[in-house]
Structure formats: C-alpha cells, structure tokens
C-alpha cells in the first residue's frame, strides 16, 4: 500500500530555515512528480512547489528564490528547503504525489496521493 510521510516541520524565528522530506513508499512503479502544498489558517490549500521526475521545477511566483525543491529518485523522497521564512509561512505543509503504483494486482496512476501534513510555524 503506497503512502506519504512528511517530516521536517516545527517551530522557527523569522529569517531561518526549514528543511521538509517526505518519501513515499509501497508498490510503486514511477512517480511523474511530487509537490508540496499548505494551508494556513482560514485559508485555501496552495500550491508551493512541484518537481517532475526527471527534474522540471514550478514555484508559486511569490515563494521563488526563497524556496527550493528537490527530490532523490533513487529513494521516492522530495525535500523543500525553505529560507528567510516569515510568519506569513506558517501553515501546515502537506507532500503530495503524481504516480503510479500496484493496487490489488493492478497498475492504478493516481495524482490525488497526500501525506498527512506537517505543521510549521514561524515566529516573530
């Protein structure tokens, strides 16, 4: 059974930095790509980065240049290394994954895969 583990979340004082993981595990045959998402308090989930598998990048535009995403292929895991963070970062951040896996013997593609969310939280 395939799933998402995010960690890497806590408590930081503006300015730092923040390093997120998450890996995905079980049957998996290919990832096409893998992101990460937040939310924040009485808001909508947005988008913050995405990574295809042979490396294509998208950004939202206002976290450009101070968020970076990356993946190891060889272990299903995406990172987001977040810098010069601010209190209007603080949200939970939730992993998700474009792939394709086995399901009751079946191969299954399935782009609505999520992990179960990390909180991060930055202070003034």
């Known amino acids: 059974q395939v799933q998402l583990v995010e960690s890497g979340g806590g408590l930081v004082q503006a300015g730092g930095s923040l390093r997120l993981s998450c890996s995905a595990s079980g049957s998996i045959f290919a990832i096409n790509a893998m992101g990460w998402y937040r939310q924040a308090p009485g808001k909508q989930r947005e988008l913050v980065a995405r990574?295809?598998?042979?490396?294509?990048?998208n950004y939202a535009d206002s976290l450009k240049g101070r968020f970076i995403i990356s993946r190891d292929n060889s272990k299903n895991t995406v990172y987001l290394q977040m810098n010069s963070l601010q209190p209007e970062d603080t949200a939970v951040y939730y992993c998700?994954?474009?792939?394709?896996?086995?399901?009751?013997?079946?191969?299954?593609?399935?782009?609505?895969?999520w992990g179960q969310g990390t909180q991060v939280t930055v202070s003034s």
């Open positions: 998700n994954a474009d792939l394709i896996h086995s399901r009751y013997g079946s191969i299954v593609s399935t782009s609505d895969l």
């Open positions: 990574i295809t598998s042979s490396g294509s990048t």
